[in-house]
């Protein structure tokens, strides 16, 4: 079994930034593709962000590309959101998930999910 705790959301003005973490236990986390999602209040959870097991390939949704960057840290068994430029659409709770299939942003093909962490984005 695999958990997955996320952290670092909060309360940030428009044009901030955030860090959100992804500490995963259980398994070998460098096996595993890592990807980050979204769900605002009302609405589907979107896709945001995923890394390969290597961390060599990226895949950003297009509504946060060039103000996000997903990475990872292998040796510590985290993963992370920086998260810059940020507005208040982007707003959400936020959702680390690991995968064994091949790099996606499809949401079902993850199969271990976090809690979420709230972010918050003030005009």
């Known amino acids: 079994q695999v958990q997955l705790v996320e952290s670092g959301g909060g309360l940030v003005q428009a044009g901030g930034s955030l860090r959100l973490s992804c500490a995963v236990s259980g398994r070998t986390f460098s096996n595993y593709v890592m990807g980050w999602f979204r769900q605002a209040p009302g609405k589907e959870r979107e896709f945001v962000a995923a890394?390969?097991?290597?961390?060599?390939?990226?895949l950003y949704a297009d509504s946060v590309k060039g103000r996000f960057t997903i990475s990872r840290d292998n040796a510590k068994n985290t993963g992370y959101l920086q998260m810059d430029s940020l507005k208040p659409e982007d707003t959400a709770v936020y959702y680390c998930a690991t995968s064994r299939t091949k790099l996606t942003s499809t949401g079902r093909t993850y199969n271990y999910w976090g809690q979420g962490t709230q972010v918050t984005v003030s005009s």
């Open positions: 890394i390969s097991w290597g961390g060599s390939t990226t």
